[in-house]
């Protein structure tokens, strides 16, 4: 028995882009752009029910994270979106809030980025690292901790490997799309 995982809010349904895998088990609410090549794995929430989200293309979230937003208010008009950018891995049981993640960004598995955070482009967090409201990570680094810390300029293979991560992930992607339509 197959289910849907686009859920609507308010009449806004998640907007899929080509090519995209989303597990059954994964749950997507509400007003949540996703570019191509995009895997959304088992267990995944997405809400864009208070404001939206954004996914970029060859971007891969993992098992059992949580993507969510905040609200707008009379103190923050715009509220915190949650936009993603392309090529970005979202390891295992991550939490991302209200926060910009650049691109070739890889979020390592147990981490939590919250509020008004900033990730810039070609950023590694390492596993259960937790990044502060309104933190912003700077390009080429490695960060780590609870709460994070720059631990060191990112070596040329570890900045290879980030696009890398993403490429993997679209290989393992369309082997589940390919035996969902056997």
């Not at 949540?32 to 088992?42: H, K, L, R, Y």
């Not at 509220?79 to 809030?97: F, R």
């Not at 990570?137 to 960060?143: D, E, I, K, P, V």
Request: aromatic letters at 6%; hydrophobic letters at 35%.
């Amino acid at each position: 028995m197959s289910t849907n995982p686009l859920k609507s809010y308010k009449g806004i349904i998640p907007v899929v882009g080509a090519n995209s895998y989303i597990d059954e088990s994964a749950v997507l609410i509400g007003d949540i752009t996703m570019g191509n090549d995009v895997s959304v794995w088992p267990l995944v929430a997405a809400r864009g029910d208070v404001n939206k989200i954004t996914i970029g293309d060859r971007t891969n979230v993992q098992d059992g994270s949580v993507l969510h937003v905040t609200r707008s208010s009379k103190s923050n008009p715009d509220g915190y979106p949650l936009v993603i950018g392309d090529d970005v891995t979202i390891g295992h049981k991550c939490m991302l809030h209200g926060c910009t993640v650049g691109d070739r960004v890889l979020v390592g598995m147990g981490s939590i980025i919250l509020d008004g955070a900033i990730i810039e482009n070609d950023v590694f967090i390492g596993a259960g690292t937790v990044v502060p409201p309104n933190k912003t990570l700077r390009s080429g680094y490695l960060y780590v901790g609870n709460p994070m810390k720059e631990a060191r300029p990112l070596k040329e293979a570890e900045l290879n490997f980030l696009k890398e991560s993403a490429l993997n992930y679209i290989v393992t992607k369309d082997e589940y799309i390919e035996e969902t339509t056997r």
